[in-house]
């Protein structure tokens, strides 16, 4: 079951830091993300294609082009800067305001779904990735690209579980998840984990729904 005070206090955080999102952002994003983002689009497959949590859209640019893309996201706020980028740069995507942990879409509605840094602030990130195993086709692809816990550093890791409940207040990401497991734990199959830091600290991750 959804728990719907954490959701709505993950929205208000987003809200609050929308205006200053791709600012508290700039640095990582040129050194290491937009690396990481355009190799994760490569390999998005079909036609109908959805991503999660477009934020203010900063995958627009990697965006497959002869996908029919629908976006979501779950802050208003975030939303309304990603469609003025849309109208700036005549991107084609329909962008709804939409929670991933309870999706209003039909079953098997798309080819693939992706989505770069989301499920670490998803509040029930097990539930939000059974619904897209439910809108993806039997044979799509669920892509993610995630920061997870350390847990092959100790040290690291524990300095991350420490730290998590002052980031999540102030960022609205959790750093100390295992989202490989959680990914296993919704009943989706992996494809494959790729390690796209020396330390292991960001992977993409490529499943398949399991039906």
């Not at 994760?40 to 627009?60: D, S, Y």
Request: glycine residues 6%; contains cysteine; hydrophobic residues 45%.
């Amino acid at each position: 079951m959804m728990n719907n005070s954490e959701t709505a206090a993950t929205k208000k955080r987003y809200n609050r830091i929308a205006p200053l999102y791709d600012a508290m952002e700039w640095f990582t994003e040129r050194a290491a993300f937009q690396g990481w983002r355009k190799a994760l689009w490569a390999r998005v497959p079909g036609q109908r294609v959805l991503e999660v949590g477009v934020g203010t859209g900063k995958n627009f640019d990697y965006h497959p082009v002869q996908a029919h893309m629908t976006g979501i996201d779950l802050s208003n706020k975030m939303l309304a800067r990603a469609r003025k980028k849309a109208e700036q740069t005549g991107r084609s995507i329909d962008l709804r305001e939409m929670d991933v942990q309870q999706l209003e879409f039909a079953d098997n509605s798309f080819d693939a779904a992706a989505a770069t840094f989301v499920f670490c602030s998803v509040p029930d990130p097990v539930l939000g990735l059974r619904e897209l195993a439910r809108v993806v086709k039997p044979e799509g692809r669920i892509l993610l690209l995630e920061h997870v816990r350390l847990d092959q550093m100790p040290i690291a890791g524990t300095v991350m579980d420490v730290l998590d409940p002052l980031v999540v207040r102030v960022m609205g990401a959790h750093i100390n998840r295992r989202t490989v497991e959680t990914v296993q734990r919704a009943g989706l199959t992996l494809d494959r984990v790729e390690d796209m830091s020396s330390t292991g600290l960001v992977k993409l991750i490529t499943a398949c729904p399991q039906k």
